[in-house]
């Protein structure tokens, strides 16, 4: 055996054990006569303890390595002088009396911490080292437990799991098909699967009324923040059932993944929110509810007025950032270019604050009287302090759209979009058919 303990299972309880323990050098330092080594492996942290005055050769062994060296040692848990209560081990150290060097390893590129300072590139060039940082590790951690609790809670419903194929037909969806050069028949192909659609269909016809599978899906689109050549989707099919069932098994699967893998329960009913509204009032069909900053539409009173960007719109819409009325000149220009990027694609930007007194100025204030500007300070509720944005366009999805990425960069200026905060919403009534300019 390599070891008898991991990195991060030794305890106080543990004091006086000899163990043996492998695992990489996370780092080292020399303090006197003494050298402490930080050993890591997938578990976590424990400290290794050399004494110059017990064994000068091997401290000397010890001050030799590097970042990343994969060691083995064998040694006995000591109670630690200097407590650490950010690591579970942090009462315990090792005293080691055996060292052996597995593999040395050449200075590594970035920092094998939580806040490395690799930037993407590097790290997806050396993504081996990448998944040993507690970041990237937890979340394939997180993913194996979710299929794991997902396979049960569906298995407890009567769900069966079938494998489909991944050569199939093509089955023109919503992207282009990946393309596979069939060797045994020249000139024909096989497509990868954007989903199992047709062949969960197939199980439905067959008599397999409740099927799921953590199935993997390829479309050959363009990259976006939400999608990638090749991802993984839970997809499931059911038969004899309506809507209200679909809803009420998967709301169910949520909480139940909720309450085992984060520990938050909830109790509430899910909103529910028409795609017509999620559209108009978010932009976006998965519209993140933990803050506000619903759109408001301006046709009515920001058309007609001579200001012919809103006059020859076919929308105008805004949102309300409550207490952003101090955003200096620099940052709403940077607003600005965030929504004039190719990405967004919007072709500028109006902003006005509501002052201490209530009146309103903006960066079209030429155009508008403080009349108009209060008409439209009304439409948002807008109190002194706050910051009115609106974007207008030829194209009221396209539009929306746009509106809906600046709501979600102030949503997250202002540190409104928490990470542990949880708003969970069905976005129903979707239409059959979208009308597409390309097509």
Not at 295 to 311: A, C, N, T, W, Y
């Amino acid at each position: 055996m390599f070891r008898t303990h991991t990195c991060g299972e030794l305890r106080i309880s543990d004091a006086n054990k000899q163990v043996t323990l492998s695992g990489w050098v996370q780092r080292s330092r020399k303090m006197g006569g003494m050298t402490f080594i930080d050993l890591r492996d997938r578990y976590g942290i424990t400290q290794l303890v050399f004494n110059e005055e017990i064994n000068a050769e091997l401290c000397e062994r010890a001050n030799k390595l590097g970042r990343e060296f994969v060691i083995q040692i064998t040694g006995t848990v000591n109670e630690r002088f200097s407590k650490n209560a950010n690591i579970p081990t942090g009462d315990i150290e090792i005293i080691v009396s055996e060292l052996n060097v597995l593999n040395t390893a050449m200075t590594p590129p970035f920092t094998i911490e939580d806040n490395t300072d690799g930037g993407d590139d590097i790290r997806m060039k050396y993504r081996y080292l990448d998944l040993r940082r507690n970041a990237v590790r937890s979340n394939l951690e997180l993913r194996h437990k979710m299929t794991i609790e997902v396979r049960k809670y569906l298995d407890s419903l009567g769900f069966i799991e079938v494998e489909t194929p991944v050569l199939i037909g093509s089955t023109p969806e919503g992207a282009r098909d990946f393309i596979v050069p069939s060797r045994m028949n020249p000139g024909q192909f096989y497509a990868l699967p954007q989903s199992p659609q047709t062949l969960k269909q197939l199980l439905m016809v067959s008599g397999f009324d409740r099927y799921f599978q953590i199935a993997k899906c390829f479309r050959d689109e363009d990259l976006r923040a939400d999608r990638q050549p090749e991802f993984t989707q839970i997809d499931c099919e059911m038969s004899f059932v309506e809507q209200e069932d679909i809803i009420t098994t998967f709301e169910g699967m949520a909480k139940h993944l909720f309450k085992t893998l984060r520990g938050v329960e909830l109790t509430e009913p899910f909103q529910r929110m028409a795609w017509a509204d999620a559209m108009k009032y978010y932009g976006s069909d998965k519209p993140d509810l933990r803050f506000g900053m619903k759109f408001v539409e301006l046709m009515d009173i920001m058309k007609g007025h001579g200001f012919s960007v809103f006059d020859n719109a076919a929308y105008i819409g805004g949102i309300c950032a409550e207490g952003a009325a101090t955003y200096t000149r620099k940052q709403l220009d940077a607003l600005t270019e965030f929504v004039k990027k190719p990405q967004i694609g919007a072709k500028g930007m109006v902003y006005a604050r509501v002052e201490a007194d209530g009146t309103v100025k903006s960066s079209v204030d030429k155009f508008y009287t403080q009349e108009v500007l209060q008409q439209m300070k009304e439409a948002f509720g807008a109190k002194p302090g706050d910051l009115i944005l609106i974007l207008s366009g030829d194209d009221v999805m396209k539009t929306r759209k746009q509106l809906c990425e600046l709501r979600l960069e102030m949503g997250a200026q202002l540190g409104l979009r928490d990470k542990n905060k949880f708003v969970c919403l069905w976005v129903i009534d979707f239409p059959m058919f979208e009308w597409s300019e390309e097509e």
